[in-house]
DNA sequence: AGATAAAATGATAATAGTTATCACTTTAGG
DNA sequence: CCTAAAGTGATAACTATTATCATTTTATCT
């Protein structure tokens, strides 16, 4: 990755005057700072340095929601080589809300958990 | 919610022959079942099933991304009054990659969780 | 330094997923 | 069986993001 001025300036906005956020705030604060910065840069600076572990980019994993007959209180694990989206029981992480109201105080009136990796099937696609 | 016939036959589907599917999902199947939907119903069903609880929607909440400058494992909170994105520290959910890898045997690369509700300051301010 | 190849920029256009609009049709209760 | 409320679906709009590509910047190699 070559050095850019811009990357700097996205790095250093980012890490200085922002909590979390999106795309769009980020170039306002761009702006509000001098640094008018194209979205397209922005855009391409923040997955690269998303990519290589600089940041971290929060959301869903996936463009479009899915849909879901089952409300029974479970997660859900996207396989990122077939693409497919499988159960978790909610077992896995017992206490979860319990701990996170008594840690935040906050009222939790719902979460998400989505992992992704490699499913079986293709985990023994891949081993062959 | 009156009835309708797509409504139920979005249902049907939903429940019968989908697992997870995407929008774009359903109106395939649906289309394969001679049922003829338009993407508009469709998306005003799917969206007044969730909200009646009837299903689930399963989506990181928010359609844009969000940035974080934190690497370190966390999670995040959303609140539902005034949008803004909390840190949730990792603690809460021990052993959950563990757990999961176990009753499953998937390859876990990572995973995201997302709670929503109403934060302290939100929940104070309405209690005014 | 000067040449040059690789990487980065940013304006424009395109794309994907979803929601808004609105004239028309269906449903349900008096 | 009439009418108000709810639902439909074609079209247009919108939002967040990625692709394209000519131009500029950076790093490397004499």
Redesign the pocket.
Known sequence: ???????EKILDVLSNNAVHP???TLLELLKSENA??????L???L??LAQAGIIKKI?GLE???HFDHNTFEHYHFICEECGKVFDIPANVAPDLVKNTQSATGFDIAGHDIVFHGICIECKQKKGQ
Chains 1, 2 share one sequence.
Not at 1 to 7: C, D, G, H, P
Not at 36 to 41: A, K, Q
């Open positions: 990755m070559n050095y850019s001025k811009q990357r999106t795309a769009e008018n910065i194209g979205f397209t840069t855009y391409r600076n997955n690269k959301d463009s479009s929601a």
